[in-house]
């Protein structure tokens, strides 16, 4: 459980990162797009 705390905290702390430059956070919402629509296959 502490493992996985840890990982969630580190991936919200990385997102927010990439998401003060806008280049980036036009990057990475493309990519959710992406796995959004893959995903409803």
């Known amino acids: ?3 996985k705390n840890l990982m ?3 991936i919200g702390l990385g997102a ?3 998401l003060r430059n806008e280049k980036s ?3 990475l ?4 797009q992406a796995f959004a629509e ?3 296959r």
């Open 8 to 10: 969630m905290t580190t």
């Open 1 to 3: 459980m502490k493992r």
């Open 25 to 27: 956070r036009k990057k």
């Open 38 to 40: 893959k995903s409803k």
């Open 16 to 18: 927010a990162y990439l």
């Open 29 to 32: 919402m493309n990519q959710f």
